[in-house]
């Protein structure tokens, strides 16, 4: 089963509102990262908030994490047409000798202009 | 230049067949991951090399079998092709093995008729 999953799994605003995407998760985790990944693109990585962390921003990106509750989530603010992606949050764990990086299913966000 | 490039970008062939998938990285990372998303988008990990050593094989058929020749390169071949194969194979890199962030190619889509 998916360590992440992410909630709504669409989501279709006007440019200019914002968009909150929520994330959650089963077992502990050394960080949490969201990806966007484009139409037909790989995925690029946006912003990782570390376990001891509960909020962090990047430009128009706010996320949250609650360990309690094993949630996080990403707020864009100020949406933009160019905002239209796929976004995913990846949860990290130690497994043996590597790093396992574990992505749920994404939200898919429409932006219109 | 391309930090992660995969090859081929497209490939679709018959049930049956064995194919292999190419993956350079150029930014020096001693981590390199291939992942498959499925149609449904969902991303999971196969395989992650760190320093030309595996060190996670996820419950994958042995029919994958990844080779990295050298720190800069991870391969992907794959024998008896079936139908649900089809996917696309995302290869990634990290600078170690310790929970960063991941730096994906632009995937391989893959087509199994």
């Known amino acids: 089963s998916q360590q992440g999953e992410e909630d709504p799994q669409a989501l279709s605003i006007q440019e200019g509102e914002n968009a909150t995407m929520n994330c959650s998760y089963k077992?502990?985790?050394?960080?949490l990262q969201w990806y966007r990944q484009n139409s037909g693109r790989g995925l690029v990585h946006l912003i990782l908030?570390?376990?001891?962390?509960r909020e962090k921003h990047s430009g128009r990106l706010r996320v949250t994490l609650d360990t309690s509750k094993k949630s996080s989530s990403l707020l864009i603010t100020a949406s933009r047409a160019a905002d239209t992606a796929s976004y995913f949050c990846?949860?990290?764990?130690?497994?043996?000798?590597?790093?396992?990086?574990?992505f749920g299913g994404g939200t898919r966000v429409l932006v219109k202009p | 230049d391309t930090a992660v490039s995969q090859t081929p970008k497209y490939l679709v062939t018959q049930m049956g067949n064995d194919k292999s998938i190419k993956c350079e990285q150029n930014l020096g990372h001693d981590t390199m991951y291939w992942y498959k998303q499925d149609s449904k988008k969902f991303l999971k990990i196969m395989f992650s090399y760190n320093n030309k050593e595996l060190i996670i094989n996820e419950t994958v058929p042995n029919r994958f079998s990844p080779k990295s020749p050298d720190k800069a390169h991870l391969n992907l071949h794959i024998n008896s092709l079936e139908l649900g194969d089809s996917a696309v194979y995302f290869c990634?890199?990290?600078?170690?093995?310790?929970?960063?962030?991941?730096?994906f190619g632009e995937g391989s889509r893959l087509t199994v008729l």
């Open positions: 077992t502990s985790i050394n960080n």
């Open positions: 908030i570390r376990s001891n962390e």
């Open positions: 990846a949860t990290a764990a130690i497994v043996g000798a590597g790093n396992k990086l574990t």
């Open positions: 990634a890199t990290a600078p170690g093995a310790s929970g960063g962030e991941l730096f």
